[in-house]
């Protein structure tokens, strides 16, 4: 006898022939519909099959509800979204479910469509959005947290989906429950400042004004953001966009993002970027108090910008004949146009500035020019590379704590390291206390 096989959509079928109810819920409270939207049932006929049996039988139907919520407050739309199955929310939404219903953290179908970088769907959603419903979405919806949809497109960098969420009245100063906006999440998170870029160029593009000085709750603005997290290119995009009486009263941080984990490059490019906004904020007036500058100088002794250990393997270098090998590489390294490698070990600190720029410095960390070299002669360079960048910032702020300590200036000469300097800056410290 040949055996019938029965599949799980004839199942269905005969079941709703027979007026089974779709509404029920299981032990987990969730119904048929929200069980063909979980990721491990994914089954776009067998929802087709469901809607359309339901849409034959009147009374099933009229007791069928799209919108019934799981216990996390989640509806088939969420699901289906979360699952990246764009099928079975068009069909979800084709035959009337809600398009902007809360879960219970407070995120709408908007947010996960967001948050999942989905922006042809989303394209789509609002014009199914346009076609069938009569109210809109709330584009500008919060969840728990305050989050609005643009805030997970931010944090995720899906610009496709910021461009459409702007072009479609998303608030470009709505803040969450920390206070903040938009362009503070791209300034809090280390980016660099080709989102920030981008970000307002679309909001000019769609006339929408930054709020560019909102605080966050703890008191931030996005140029703090950007000088804490010590990434000078955004700072400068940041300043290009604010005026100067709105930089009066620019405080800077009192900390600095941590490094970790700490390597040579990255102390150097954590050293030269926090330089290099310095002289950004200078050329517009902002200038640090002697406070500033000792949370500045803990963070480069705190990530060991001032250890001393490499001096007598700098000047063995230095001693090598012009035809060892590392000379000749040295010489054939060009830091900068113009400048080898070898032309920087042969500076000396106070000597620098004429030669290489902070910015040059962070290039050098970023592109690791010196990742070829032997790891002793390796951190030698880099060693001597703080030095040499570090010893116009320390001695100022040495001169400084000294005046404040002392009527007769002091004197830096070629003996002083940067750490004998910072030991001067420390020590006013701790008289004052």
């Avoid at 959603?125 to 346009?130: G, K, Q, S």
């Avoid at 113009?338 to 720029?357: A, E, F, M, N, T």
């Avoid at 007769?408 to 910072?422: A, C, G, M, T």
Wanted: proline share 4%; aromatic share 8%.
């Amino acid at each position: 006898m040949e055996r019938k096989i029965i599949t799980k959509e004839k199942v269905v079928e005969l079941l709703l022939s027979y007026s089974a109810d779709p509404t029920k819920t299981n032990e987990d409270g969730l119904t048929s519909l929200l069980i063909v939207t979980q990721a491990s049932f994914k089954n776009d006929g067998m929802m087709q099959l469901l809607l359309e049996g339901i849409k034959n039988s009147p009374l099933i139907y009229q007791n069928l509800e799209l919108n019934t919520e799981d216990r996390n407050g989640d509806t088939a739309l969420h699901h289906a979204l979360a699952n990246g199955d764009w099928e079975m929310a068009k069909l979800l939404m084709k035959n009337g479910a809600d398009p902007d219903t809360f879960n219970k953290v407070g995120a709408t179908p908007l947010h996960v469509i967001s948050r999942n970088d989905i922006c042809t769907k989303l394209e789509e959603f609002f014009r199914l959005v346009d076609a069938n419903y009569e109210v809109k979405v709330r584009v500008n919806a919060r969840d728990a947290n305050g989050n609005s949809p643009l805030h997970f497109a931010i944090s995720r960098d899906h610009r496709p989906t910021i461009e459409l969420l702007l072009s479609r009245k998303a608030d470009p100063n709505v803040a969450n429950a920390a206070g903040s906006t938009p362009l503070h999440l791209i300034c809090d998170e280390s980016r660099d400042e080709n989102l920030a870029r981008f970000y307002l160029k679309i909001c000019e593009k769609n006339h929408k004004s930054v709020h560019m000085n909102k605080k966050d709750s703890q008191g931030r603005t996005p140029l703090q953001l950007a000088v804490k997290n010590l990434q000078p290119e955004l700072c400068q995009l940041l300043m290009d966009y604010i005026p100067d009486k709105n930089l009066d009263n620019f405080s800077f941080p009192s900390e600095y993002r941590d490094i970790r984990p700490v390597f040579e490059a990255t102390r150097l490019e954590a050293a030269a970027n926090l330089l290099w906004i310095l002289e950004i904020l200078a050329s517009r007036k902002c200038e640090p108090t002697l406070d500033n500058a000792m949370a500045m100088l803990g963070f480069l002794n705190d990530h060991g910008l001032f250890y001393q250990g490499h001096q007598r393997a700098i000047e063995e270098l230095r001693q090598l004949p012009e035809d060892d090998s590392f000379v000749v590489r040295a010489q054939k390294t060009e830091l900068i146009p113009g400048q080898s490698l070898w032309d920087l070990l042969r500076l000396r600190p106070g000597q620098q500035q004429q030669v290489i720029k902070y910015s040059y410095y962070s290039r050098i960390a970023r592109t690791w020019e010196l990742g070829n070299l032997p790891r002793l002669q390796q951190r030698a360079c880099f060693a001597h590379m703080h030095e040499l960048m570090l010893r116009d910032f320390c001695s100022k702020w040495a001169a400084k704590s000294h005046a404040a300590m002392f009527d007769h200036k002091l004197i830096v000469d070629d003996d002083f390291s940067n750490e004998n300097l910072y030991d001067i800056c420390t020590a006013r410290e701790k008289i004052t206390r």
